[in-house]
């Protein structure tokens, strides 16, 4: 009932910049957080960044200072940017979003595809 895609990702340098985006849609209420997670190889799925309905932030210690978090409610859509990217934020990361479903106000968390974001010379 709720679909997520992802896009953005790819192979940059250590030093370069990527934007992630998330879009929403689908039976959709309300959303209230939206979130990235990443999954490196043999490790477990980690918070990055998330947002929620009223623009508060939080984010991963090492995120924080180079990642930004934001979402665009008219289209449903969540960004991370990320700037000063180094080998181990290499990862498949995951949007994340929680709200509420229509007609019935059923609370929901719907996970992206994840995208694969590679930091290499």
């Known amino acids: 009932q709720v679909q997520l895609v992802e896009s953005g990702g790819g192979l940059v340098q250590p030093g370069g910049s990527l934007r992630l985006s998330c879009a929403a849609s689908?039976?959709?209420?309300?959303?209230?957080?939206m979130g990235w997670y990443r999954q490196a190889p043999g490790k477990e799925r980690d918070l990055v960044a998330r947002?929620?309905?009223?623009?508060?932030?939080n984010f991963a210690d090492d995120a924080k200072g180079r990642f930004t978090i934001s979402r665009d409610n008219a289209k449903r859509t969540v960004y991370l940017q990320m700037n000063s990217l180094k080998p181990e934020d290499t990862a498949v990361y995951y949007c994340?979003?929680?709200?509420?479903?229509?007609?019935?106000?059923?609370?929901?968390?719907?996970w992206g595809q994840g995208t694969q974001v590679t930091v290499s010379s």
């Open positions: 994340k979003v929680d709200g509420r479903l229509l007609p019935t106000m059923a609370i929901f968390t719907s």
């Open positions: 689908g039976s959709i209420f309300r959303i209230n957080a």
């Open positions: 947002i929620t309905s009223g623009g508060s932030t």
